[in-house]
């Protein structure tokens, strides 16, 4: 596709529940990013990699968040035993270069995941 | 650590004005500077990205500014549609970072 694409758009787990949610990124793009954004907030970021490499983890909120990126294409985020505070909307982004490059970031339309 | 305010948090106006959003940062040493548009349930729309070495970016009817040394960024819309109506965000990319830091955005109606 021409854009960014996340899946499930929309996702309602009960509390303890293991999800996981499925970033396609733009064809070609290297790097790809995960942001989290609360209700009335902007994106906060998660983790960052540069082909299949996990560059930057250091907005993971727990050891309960996990993401991988095992080919350099499709990236999965993994939240494990699910709590409250885990609602949000989970935005994936792409951008052409690498690591320094002055590319644009393109977001998907993100998956809402509300937590029982 | 990177702070971003957006002003006014929420903006209305009649449709044809001119309007101007703004945008601060706490440490100037950024690398890029990005303007977003998100529609209700939906991802974020780049608009403009302008460069650290640039004072402004230009498309269509919206131009953004960039005072690098003062910290300060403005996105300009010239006669304003309804369909502007959205949340416009505000996000700094720093001089050694690759992540993006947001604003909390501002959230604009244009009214018919």
């Known amino acids: 596709g021409a854009g960014v694409s996340q899946s499930p758009r929309y996702k309602v787990a009960k509390r303890g529940q293991d999800v996981a949610l499925r970033c396609d990124p733009i064809s070609g793009h290297v790097s790809l990013f995960w942001y989290q954004q609360a209700l009335g907030q902007g994106p906060e970021f998660l983790t960052y990699?540069?082909?299949?490499?996990?560059?930057?983890k250091s907005g993971l909120p727990s050891d309960r968040f996990f993401a991988e990126r095992p080919e350099g294409s499709v990236s999965t985020l993994k939240i494990q035993r699910t709590q409250q505070e885990d609602s949000a909307v989970y935005l994936c982004a792409s951008s052409l270069g690498q690591t320094y490059s002055n590319q644009p970031q393109h977001f998907g339309d993100g998956t809402r995941l509300s937590i029982l | 650590k990177q702070e971003v305010t957006q002003i006014p948090a929420a903006l209305s106006v009649p449709e044809g004005e001119n309007l101007v959003l703004n945008c601060s940062f706490t440490d100037s040493a950024i690398y890029n500077l990005q303007w977003f548009r998100q529609d209700p349930g939906k991802g974020l729309t780049s608009l403009l990205l302008?460069?650290?070495?640039?004072r402004e970016q230009t498309s269509g009817r919206l131009n953004a500014s960039l005072d690098k040394s003062s910290g300060r960024s403005t996105l300009y819309i010239a006669a304003s549609q309804p369909g502007d109506s959205a949340t416009y965000l505000c996000?700094?990319?720093?001089?050694?970072?690759?992540?993006?830091?947001f604003g909390k955005g501002t959230l604009l109606t244009v009214n018919p």
């Open positions: 302008i460069q650290s070495s640039q």
């Open positions: 990699f540069q082909n299949e490499a996990q560059l930057d």
């Open positions: 996000a700094v990319r720093g001089g050694r970072d690759y992540k993006l830091t």
